[in-house]
Nanobody, 127 residues
């Protein structure tokens, strides 16, 4: 059964760092489209970072240069978040989609393209 389990959320002051982890079971992460999304209170879920075949990475403009998506050989997806800002606050979700189709950033950061979701982990950044 395909399953994603996130961990690593927490509270941090602005300028700090956090690393989120997403443990995948039931399939091989590098073979599928993988992404991190976030949802702030009262806002729609937005794409933060995505990975295509574990090599091509996509980032939302708001996090480019501060966040890094990666994965390891143990089938875990990560999101390294540096220089955090209060506007980064929200629930962060890991998601998996089809087998890395040859589409661009707008596809990979669209939550409607993903069919397997983790339970989410809260990230709170205080000023």
């Amino acid at each position: 059964q395909e399953q994603l389990v996130e961990s690593g959320g927490g509270s941090v002051q602005a300028g700090g760092s956090l690393t989120l982890s997403c443990a995948a079971s039931g399939y091989t992460v590098r073979d599928y489209s993988m992404a991190w999304f976030r949802q702030a209170p009262g806002k729609e879920r937005e794409g933060v970072a995505a990975s295509r075949v574990g090599i091509i990475k996509y980032y939302a403009d708001s996090v480019k240069g501060r966040f890094t998506i990666s994965q390891d050989a143990k089938n875990t997806l990560y999101l390294q978040m540096n220089s955090l800002k209060p506007e980064d606050t929200g629930i962060y979700y890991c998601a998996a989609g089809p087998r890395s189709p040859a589409y661009g950033q707008s596809w990979y950061l669209n939550p409607e393209k993903y069919n397997v979701w983790g339970q989410g982990t809260q990230v709170t950044v205080s000023s």
